[in-house]
C-alpha cells in the first residue's frame, strides 16, 4: 500500500523541487510557473492501471483458481490452486470520475 507517488524528482510539473534549502513559499511559486507553464499539465488523473486479468476463456477477475482432486490414503480431497500462468492483464481503464494526483502540493482541508 501506498507505492502510487511518484519518486523521481522533476517528473509531474506540480512537484517540489525536493531541497530542504528551499522555504515553502519559493517551492510553491516554483511548482505553480511549471504548473502555468506547462499546458497539458493537470493535477487530475483520468486513468489508471487496472489490476483485473483475463485468463484464456475470456473471464475478468482479480485471481483466478482451478480446483484439483487429491486422494492421500485412500481419502479424496478438493483443493483450489492458483493459476498464474496464461493471464492477460486488462491494461489501462478510464476513471469514471477524475481524481486529484497523490504529488498535488495542495492542502485540502485543514483542520
Not at 507505492?3 to 530542504?20: I, L, R
Not at 517551492?27 to 506547462?38: N, Y
Amino acid at each position: 500500500m501506498g507505492g502510487s507517488g511518484s519518486k523521481a524528482k522533476g517528473v509531474w510539473p506540480f512537484s517540489g523541487s525536493g531541497s530542504s534549502g528551499d522555504s515553502t513559499g519559493e517551492v510553491s511559486e516554483q511548482s505553480l510557473a511549471r504548473l502555468r507553464g506547462s499546458k497539458n499539465a493537470t493535477p487530475f488523473v483520468f486513468t489508471r492501471r487496472s489490476s483485473l486479468y483475463y485468463d484464456e476463456d475470456g473471464d475478468l477477475a482479480h485471481e483466478f483458481y482451478e480446483e484439483t482432486v487429491v486422494t492421500k490414503n485412500g481419502r479424496k480431497k478438493a483443493k483450489l490452486k492458483r493459476i498464474q500462468k496464461n493471464l492477460i492483464p486488462q491494461g489501462i481503464v478510464k476513471l469514471d470520475h477524475p481524481r486529484i494526483h497523490v504529488d498535488f502540493p495542495v492542502i485540502l482541508c485543514e483542520v
